[in-house]
């Protein structure tokens, strides 16, 4: 099912990202990351996994990523 409220992006100083191109980036950026994620939770299951401790595995798989860019003030 996809993510249908439209997400306000913001600056780390809280300021609204208003650019079109940008917002249109992040949300198929977050679409592609959503479908990779549905299909291996899928085959997690029909392999046999636990689903709660597949999730569990995402999710820090999520909290350990570093970006690669020093923070962007604007």
Same mark, same amino acid.
């Given at each position: 099912?996809?993510?249908? %409220?439209?997400?306000?992006?913001? +600056?780390? %100083?809280?300021?609204?990202? #208003?650019? !079109?191109?940008?917002? %249109? !980036?992040?949300?198929?950026?977050?679409?592609?990351?959503?479908?990779?994620?549905?299909? #291996?939770?899928? /085959? #997690?299951?029909?392999?046999?996994?636990?689903?709660?401790?597949?999730?569990?595995?995402?999710?820090?798989?999520?909290?350990?990523? !570093?970006? #690669?860019?020093? +923070?962007? /003030?604007?």
């Amino acid at each position: 099912m996809p993510h249908n %409220k439209p997400i306000i992006w913001r +600056s780390p %100083k809280g300021v609204t990202i #208003a650019c !079109v191109e940008k917002n %249109k !980036v992040l949300g198929e950026n977050l679409e592609e990351i959503r479908q990779i994620c549905q299909d #291996a939770l899928e /085959d #997690a299951v029909l392999m046999g996994c636990d689903e709660q401790q597949f999730r569990n595995v995402m999710t820090g798989l999520i909290d350990e990523l !570093v970006s #690669a860019y020093a +923070s962007q /003030d604007e």
